[in-house]
Structure formats: C-alpha cells, structure tokens
C-alpha cells in the first residue's frame, strides 16, 4: 500500500551509517531507543525531573518500569509521547531509526506510538465511535503527508464505514465489551473501570506498535486493573511493544514482563526480569536504592510496594 511506502522511502535515519552500539536497530525496524534523556517541566527547565534515562525496547518486548511516588514514571510516558507541559534538556529518543523529540504528538501516533492516559479527559458531545474514527484515520495519514493520502477519503486510504464497523465489532468482542459503548460520549459520566475500558479500546482499534501504558499510583481499583490485565493480554502480540509503568508488583503476575526497570530519583536505577518485581513486592524500593548508592532519607516502610487487590486469574496468557 502507499502508505506503506511512503513512510519509508522518504527518510534516511541519520545515524543509519554510524551504528553507535551494538543494538543499533535497523532503520524503520521497531525499536525505541532512550539516550541520556534528561526532562524538566516546561516551567522550570532548570528543575529536572529525569537526569539520564537510557532504555532499549526491542520490537514486541514488555517492560515494566516500577519506582516509588514521584520518581518521574508519569514524566517519562509524558515526555516520550510530547507533551507540552514538559521540555527535554538534553539526551535522544528514536524509534523506528528516526528521532521523534522534534515531532508533535500526533505524528508520532502515526508513527504507532500510543499512550493510555493515567486519568482520561470527558469529551460530552463526541461519541466513542466518531472518536475513535477520526483517531484511526488520523493515524492513517502516515508521518509524511502525502496527497494522495486522504484518510476522510475511502478511495485514498481512509476507513469506510463498514470497515470501521466491522472492526468495532471485533474489537468489543475481543475485549468482551458492550457494543453499546460505541454511541456513548466520550468518557462522560464513565467509571473508572469504563474509563480504563475506553483507553484499552482505542488501543485495539489503533494497533500501536509501542504501547505506553501509565497506571495510577492509588486508587487504581480491581476492576481497573483486570481490564487493563486483560485487554494488554488479549492484544499482545510480536508486533506490539508495550511499556508498562506500574506501582503495583500485582500487575505483574498477569502481564509478564520481559524486563523490570526501578526507576528512582529520575534514573533508572536497576533493570532485570520478572524476579526483580518479586523481590520489590518482598523489600520494598529501600535496599534496591542503597545498593543504588543512593541516599534516601525515607524509611524503608515508606517504601514498600503497596499491595494492589486481588484479582481473578485472566484467562489469556503470553
Ligand atoms: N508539570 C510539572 N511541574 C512541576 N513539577 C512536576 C511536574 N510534573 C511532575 N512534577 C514533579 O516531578 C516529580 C515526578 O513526578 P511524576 O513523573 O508524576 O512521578 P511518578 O509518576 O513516578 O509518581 C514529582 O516530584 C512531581 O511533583
Ligand atoms: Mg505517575
């Protein structure tokens, strides 16, 4: 298809010639690579929040980044995805072989990323489905605007209305929700369940090819977390990275993770497997800071990694 094409011929990443360490990822091939990205809030860009994040996520793998109450999780879903309350002082982002810190929110949805909102906004007036239409066919222009390419056009590569139906229809019965859902306004009047729901929907609709996923810190209540559980397991595949940023160990026992990263203080301070979160549930952040070599004035108790509700096993694994 051309918009396949036209994503691609167009561009050179620069640093295509000039591997700088041994996980260089192909141009286009879909890995996000974080370099000393150090992030303030726009207001202060003298008070940075993170001081020197370096990730690698290759193409389909889970992460999970875990850290203590204002450690910048949120600062790092933000900051990759755009958004204007904050500024990048200094450090790289690239995905697919091209630098994204230059593009707007939009393009780099184009360019599959897709963030879950810890709190999403209410919409009254704008259905689900025109919603979601219009993010679809937004998403379908592709990153280099092309003419051809009209998205509200079914002959130049927008969705038409059966398609999109159809699509719907497999998506709900997927995520085993209401199609009711569909004609309903925009998180209006939503719980937080529907609103995690809703989140999980656009996510299967827009297929992201990196999925940033920012749980609340409190007051993320059962419910919440099996439909977030379970929409990522239903819609994992190789095609999809996902990074998971979670307060909860919990979480974890129904999305495995590939990796587990404690981020602290703005810097990730260890990165392992699966048994890294085990052994956070166990000691809490405390003895992972110090050995960290760094000081915390906080008590050990403090801590702990809350304990999140139990949930009912999900069917679906990985
Ligand atoms: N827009 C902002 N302006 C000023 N300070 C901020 C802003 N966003 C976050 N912070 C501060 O940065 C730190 C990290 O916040 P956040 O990224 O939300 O942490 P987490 O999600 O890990 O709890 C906190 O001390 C928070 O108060
Ligand atoms: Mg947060």
New binding site residues.
């Given amino acids: 298809m051309t918009i396949e094409r036209t994503t691609t011929a167009a561009e050179q990443p620069t640093n295509s010639h000039q591997p700088t360490n041994s996980h260089q990822p192909a141009a286009g091939e879909q890995h996000l690579v974080i370099r000393d990205l150090h992030v303030a809030?726009?207001?202060?860009p003298d008070?940075e929040?993170l001081q020197g994040i370096d990730l690698d996520v290759g193409k389909g793998e889970v992460h999970a980044i875990m850290?203590?109450?204002?450690?910048?999780?949120?600062?790092?879903a933000y900051a990759l995805m755009g958004h204007p309350?904050?500024i990048v002082t200094k450090g790289e982002v690239d995905w697919k072989g091209r630098h994204i810190l230059k593009l707007s929110p939009d393009k780099r949805a184009r360019l599959g990323l897709f963030l879950a909102f810890q709190y999403p906004t209410a919409i009254p007036g704008l259905s689900v489905a025109s919603f979601i239409r219009s993010a679809l066919n937004a998403r379908l222009i592709g990153i280099d605007h092309n003419g051809d390419i009209d998205p509200t056009d079914p002959a130049k590569g927008g969705i038409n209305m059966r398609d999109f139906r159809n699509k719907m229809r497999e998506k709900f019965k997927l995520l085993a929700m209401d199609e009711g859902f569909a004609s309903r306004y925009v998180n209006e009047g939503f719980s937080g369940g529907e609103k995690k729901r809703l989140e999980m929907l656009q996510m299967a609709v827009l297929e992201p090819e990196m999925a940033i996923l920012?749980e609340t810190?409190s007051g993320l209540d059962i419910d919440a977390l099996r439909i977030v559980a379970e929409g990522v397991n239903a819609m994992l595949n190789p095609n999809m990275g996902v990074l998971l940023?979670t307060h909860y160990q919990r979480l974890l026992n129904y999305i495995t993770p590939d990796f587990v990263h404690v981020?602290a203080q703005g810097r990730i301070v260890k990165s392992g497997g699966k048994d890294l979160a085990l052994r956070l549930e166990d000691e809490g952040y405390g003895p992972i800071l110090r050995e960290a070599g760094l000081e915390t004035s906080t008590p050990d108790d403090a801590l702990l990694v809350p304990i999140a509700p139990d949930i009912e096993p999900v069917s679906v694994g990985h």
């Fill in positions: 809030p726009a207001g202060h008070q929040i850290g203590p109450n204002g450690s910048g999780k949120t600062t790092l309350a904050y920012d810190d940023i981020l």
